[in-house]
Every structure is written in C-alpha cells, then in structure tokens.
C-alpha cells in the first residue's frame, strides 16, 4: 500500500532514519543503508584533526539518500544556526537536525535553545527536524515556528534504554500536526515496532545498529521492525475487550419507565 | 603572522593562502569545508585567498553522527 | 496550522450527509470508536450514531468512569441570577423575546445585592449571571457595576449575556468575571436564521466567534453547546462537541465544558421542532465525556429532578440548585422566568441528594483574587 512519508516536500521511502556515528569503520555504512532501506541518513560536522588525515563520512552515503546533517557539538541556538548554515553552504541540500545539548552527563537536548535554531533556520528555507525532550507546550511552539517535523527522544542519547517517554510521545502524536519522529534510545528493534505502533511517523536509530556484533544484519533487523510496526498502525489494532454484564445500572432506567 | 587555526594560535608565513595551508597540512581538498571569520570559502577560491594577521580559520568535515 | 475560526472547522463538516454516515455504523465501529486512546471527531460522530444506543451502558461505564477518574466523585453547584430580560431580539424560541408580554425588569444594584444575600445564604459561591440583549437597558457598564457588588459574596463570577466585544470581555474580565457561557442555540445556518428573526443575534459568526473574543480576553472557563429541540439533534451535539474541543485545543489553559440544555415549555409556546428523549440527552453525554474526557459537564434545571440525579453518574460535572429563572424571583415574589423550572429543589436538597448517592457537592471550586 502506498504509505509516504511527507517531509519538507518531499516523499521519504523508508520510515527508518540512520544515524551514522560509533561505527567501527565508515565502509559499514552503505552495506548497512542497504541492509536496512533507510533512506534519510545523519552525518555530523567537526573540525578537521590537522595531524591525522581521517575520512569525510559523506562520501561512504549513497547518492540517493538523503544527506541530512545535525547541528551536534552546539551548545546553544547561535551555534547551531551556523553549523547550519555551513552544512548548507558545503552543498549538503537543506535538511537540518537540529540538535542543541549544553548537558554532557546525560545528553539531554536544550528544548530553549533548539526552539530559537528552529525558528531562525525555517525563515532561512531550511527543512528544520529538532531534537527535543518530549514537551507538548514547546513541540506546539516548533510547529508555529516552521519545523518540518518533531523528533523527541525515547530515552537519553546512547542509552538504549527504549521508550521510557512513552506516554509524552504518544501526546505529542495525538496533538502535533505534524511527522513525529521518535530519535534516541531506542535500542531493539522491537522498541522501533513499538514506537510506529503508536503512531510515529519514523524512528532514528544509530548506536543501537553501530553498536551491533554485527551492524549490517542488525540494520536489516530494524528495517524489517519499522515495516511491522507502521503496517500494525495502519491495520488497526485490536481492542481490549470488556466483558459485557446482563444488568445496565447506570441506563437501565432509560428502558423502563420512570 | 598569528592565525587562529581550529581554535589554536597558528604561526604562519606572510602570504600563505588557504590553498597552500591545504596542502601544506597534507589534507584532501575534496573532503573539507573551510570557514574563515564567520563565512564558508568555497573550494575554486582557496587559491586567491591570502591569509591576514587574526583571521580565525576552520577547517572542517563530515563525519559520522546521529 | 491552527484554525483562525470554529467556522473553518464548521465548514468541513456541515454538508456531510449524517443520514448516510449514520446507516453505515456497525456495532464494530462503535466498539472501535470507543476503544481509542483519544477519540477522532468521526469517533465521537459514531458514538452519537442510533447505531450505539445498543452499547449506551458500555458507553455509559466508561463514561462514568473517565468522569470519576478526571472530576473524583464530585458536583459543583452554582445557581443562576437573572439581572434584567429586556431584550431586542425576537428568538423564537425564548420566552423573554421582544415581543413577548411579560413585565421587563432589571434589578437594582441594591436589588443585586439582596438576591446576592439570599444566594449566599444558602452556601453557594458560584454564580452565573444572565441578561437578555439590551445595549440601553443592560449595556455592560451596568453589568460591570453588579459584578462589583457580586464580588463580595461569590468567590467564582460567570456571564451568560449577549456576545461582546473583545475589549469589552476584556473590561469584565478585570472587573472580577471568570467565566462565561454562551449557547449557539442551533448550529446549522438556515435553522439559525430562521430561529433569529430579528435582532442582533442575527449575526451567526459573531455569536460563534465569542467565545474566541471572550478567551482572548482572559476569560478562564468557557461553557459553550446547542439548544436541543431546534433542530435534529445527533448533528447539533456533533457540532456542539467539535466547538467544545476546538476551544480547548486553541486555548489550552481555558476551562472548557458544554451544556446540553433541552428546549423547555416557556412563555409563548414555541414548541420543539425535533423531539430529543432522555436517552438522546444521555447518549449526547456519554459521548462526549470519551470525545473530551476533561471537558465539564453542566445540567441545568431545565432536567426534572429524577433524571438528574441520574445524571450525575453519567458524566455530569455541574449543577444548578434553586435555581429562578424569573428576574427578582427570590426576593421580589412571582413573576415571568425565561423557561419552567423542572427541578426545583434548593441547595439544601440537592446536596442530600448528592451525598445519598456517594457524591460529595461542591460549593467552591475557585477563588478570584485581584
């Protein structure tokens, strides 16, 4: 069935977001893509070490992916924006995570700072994706300020620790109007079935597959959970039953008269 | 002339443009973005830009991220 | 994103062919339609489908039970005060129209604060003051003065008056208002003006946008809902219900609740045009309680006493208690109300009532400062 995902325009084929950090080695990465159909892909920008030549990841991305930088190492909405803008400049199309995190012992992003990145960003033309705690009062803020999307965290960046936000993320898919994207956390693919069962328009996942024994056939894992859990959702899922008792009290009285 | 270079003071010959820094450091050219005072500085201008005492320079890459 | 006017969300619904929706309801939808963790507006439509009043009692227990859950085993009580029924419009449904021979009245601001002692007296702290539309008689500087005076025996201050102004809701709301009600009456568009004759109350949008302009303001809790009678009821309470929850959505920190007041034999007779039963009153309640679990509930007097105190395990949140619908009633004697009073137990009675049935009357639920 014909179930595209609308995002900035444009129509994303696979609802699983890949993460390109902790690989053991960059070359895993197209066999990974490929393993797991993800098609919008996250790479990161960090100075160059000047005594070491090292890789530039974008060239491991295949070409028909979509190359979407996040704004990590910014501490607040100022820095990002420029990381942003560099991305942009570089060549790198128009998409932008932004990911705002003044918190080192837990990684927990900055909803403050991501909310002003976002609103400076879209009036640029960016196809904005913030990062952000599960917060309905500023997710509703990020629509008005133009996000393409919401990504809240399942749980603490690296943790693997699933959908400990379960019950906010289920709030912000009731009410946002917009593609929730549940990015961070979540580490089996079980808790990516779960997440599209909910409702989420996407999961991101990146340590949980760059951390396998084996990343590829754990990509390929998690693509074929994604599938399950967005085909779950959209077949309706069964209710759970109350038994029914012979007496009405509460509108008996209705059918009698009175 | 003091340059600052990747947020480290950096001594370098008067005259020394972007291009020569690229090369001089061994760096591929095709991976990088170059960022100097604030503006990116796209690869065909390297050549032309010379360095000036302060300038603040970055050099920068993609790398693997979530 | 966000609507600018109820009427936009109004307009995607109003040519739906309810007939045919209706026809299509299987038990299975209304089961599915209950099961949701947050109902979607067609969820809340199937529920209101004939089709589920063979589930009513399902619908009803969750109902029930989503109001103990969010409201506790509670009743607020509040009592309406008529300040004046002149009035400029010819709605042919109400008993203070223009036209009507009945002796028009206003209360003095000392008259004010006597029916304000005997309502204090009885322990209620909630009131709910009404006028009829009259921009000479009850301009808003005289219901602004009989708030002033009302501010020193009520802790909680709601209007039921002509639509205002923003600035003008504004003035109210400084002056000690808290809440406010306003009924669409009817929300198809013909059936309004054909009920509206005359009158400024012609003017559909500005009534309906009121309680956006009233929000705006400050106002804190809204109660808003149709006149049942007027018109075939399932759609009305449709739309009664996305307006309640348009408001909610646009002005999350309001207090929004719906009332779903029955036309009632009143001066001049005009009969319902739709008869609207007390399982259409109760179906209209339980589903809405699934539709906006914290959205209030208020049942008027309008309801004989025997079915209200069923109501109040059936998604009720609010309650009048004696009640007078009668400009000085209370302390003046007998005179023309606006509609009969089906209940006429005072405060006193209700709140037995309430505790007979494991339910504990509230007389307070706020307090005003400023």
């Not at chain 3, 309001?254 to 779903?260: A, L, Y």
């Not at chain 3, 009969?271 to 339980?286: A, I, K």
């Not at chain 3, 609010?318 to 005179?335: D, I, L, N, P, W």
């Amino acid at each position: 069935m014909h179930d595209p995902l609308l995002i900035g325009g444009r129509e994303i084929k696979n609802r699983l977001f890949l993460g390109t950090g902790k690989f053991s080695s960059n070359r895993l990465i197209p066999k990974v893509v490929e393993a797991s159909g993800a098609q919008v892909v996250t790479v990161a920008l960090r100075r160059v070490d000047l005594d070491f030549e090292e890789e530039n990841v974008a060239t491991y991305v295949p070409g028909d992916c979509v190359l979407m930088p996040n704004t990590s190492g910014a501490r607040n909405a100022r820095e990002a924006v420029r990381i942003a803008r560099l991305a942009r400049a570089a060549g790198c199309g128009n998409w932008v995570k932004v990911e705002v995190i003044s918190d080192n012992r837990y990684l927990l992003p900055d909803n403050y700072e991501t909310l002003k990145a976002t609103e400076i960003l879209a009036a640029e033309g960016f196809v904005v994706l913030p990062y952000m705690s599960p917060d309905l009062m500023v997710a509703k803020a990020m629509v008005e300020a133009g996000a393409a999307a919401v990504m809240p965290l399942g749980s603490p960046i690296g943790s693997n620790r699933g959908l400990r936000t379960k019950e906010l993320v289920r709030i912000l898919i009731e009410e946002i109007p917009l593609p929730v994207i549940v990015d961070a956390g979540i580490g089996r693919p079980s808790e990516a079935a779960e997440a599209m069962e909910m409702g989420a328009a996407a999961v991101l996942v990146n340590t949980a597959i760059a951390t396998a024994a084996d990343p590829v056939a754990m990509g390929r894992a998690f693509g074929m959970a994604v599938a399950a859990g967005r085909t779950a959702h959209l077949s309706g899922l069964g209710e759970v039953r109350l038994c029914a008792e012979a007496s009405s009290p509460l509108t008996g009285f209705l059918r009698s008269d009175e | 002339m003091l340059v600052l270079l990747n947020g480290r003071e950096s001594d370098l010959p008067e005259g020394m443009t972007v291009a020569d820094l690229i090369a001089q450091k061994n760096l591929r050219p095709g991976t990088l973005l170059v960022e100097l005072n604030g503006e990116l500085v796209k690869q065909d201008a390297w050549p032309d830009i010379v360095l000036k005492e302060e300038d603040r320079l970055e050099i920068l890459r993609f790398v693997g991220g979530g | 994103m966000i609507c600018l006017s109820f009427y936009e969300v109004f307009l995607r619904y109003k040519n739906m062919d309810f007939e045919r929706f209706f026809a299509g309801v299987t038990g299975a939808d209304v089961r599915q339609a209950m099961a949701g963790a947050r109902l979607k507006p067609l969820d809340f439509l199937t529920l209101l489908a004939p089709a589920a009043e063979e589930h009513l009692e399902e619908i009803a227990r969750r109902a029930h039970s989503l109001t103990v859950q969010y409201f506790g085993r509670t009743i607020l009580l509040y009592t309406p005060l008529y300040l004046a029924n002149y009035c400029v419009n010819q709605c042919v449904y109400c008993g203070f129209r223009s036209g009507n021979d009945l002796a028009r009245k206003k209360l003095t601001v000392a008259e004010v604060e006597a029916e304000a002692r005997a309502i204090a007296a009885t322990g209620l702290k909630h009131i709910l003051i009404l006028t009829g539309e009259s921009r000479s008689e009850s301009p808003v500087s005289y219901i602004r003065e009989c708030v002033q005076v009302l501010k020193k025996y009520f802790t909680a201050i709601s209007i039921e008056i002509y639509p205002l102004e923003e600035a003008e809701y504004a003035g109210l709301v400084d002056a000690g208002v808290d809440g406010m009600t306003i009924y669409q009456e009817v929300y198809d568009e013909d059936v309004y003006a054909a009920m509206h004759p005359a009158g400024p109350k012609r003017n559909y949008r500005f009534r309906l946008e009121a309680p956006d302009r009233a929000c705006r303001a400050g106002m804190r809790s809204m109660n808003t809902g149709a006149l049942l009678g007027l018109h075939d009821w399932r759609p009305e309470a449709f739309f009664a219900g996305l307006h309640a929850d348009y408001l909610q959505n646009k002005y999350p920190d309001v207090e929004v609740s719906i009332s779903p007041p029955r036309l009632r034999p009143h001066l001049g007779g005009y009969p319902p045009r739709v008869e609207v039963t007390d399982m259409n009153l109760v179906q209209f309640m339980v589903a809405f309680r699934l539709f906006m679990p914290r959205g209030g509930i208020t049942v008027s007097t309008r309801e004989r006493a025997g079915l209200r105190d069923r109501l109040v395990r059936l998604g009720a949140t609010r309650m009048s208690a004696g009640s007078c619908t009668a400009v000085g009633g209370r302390t003046a004697g007998e005179s023309t109300g606006q509609f009969e009073i089906s209940d006429e137990r005072d405060v006193a009675a209700m709140a037995s009532m309430l505790y007979e049935q494991g339910y504990q009357p509230l007389y307070k639920d706020w307090q005003y400062i400023g």
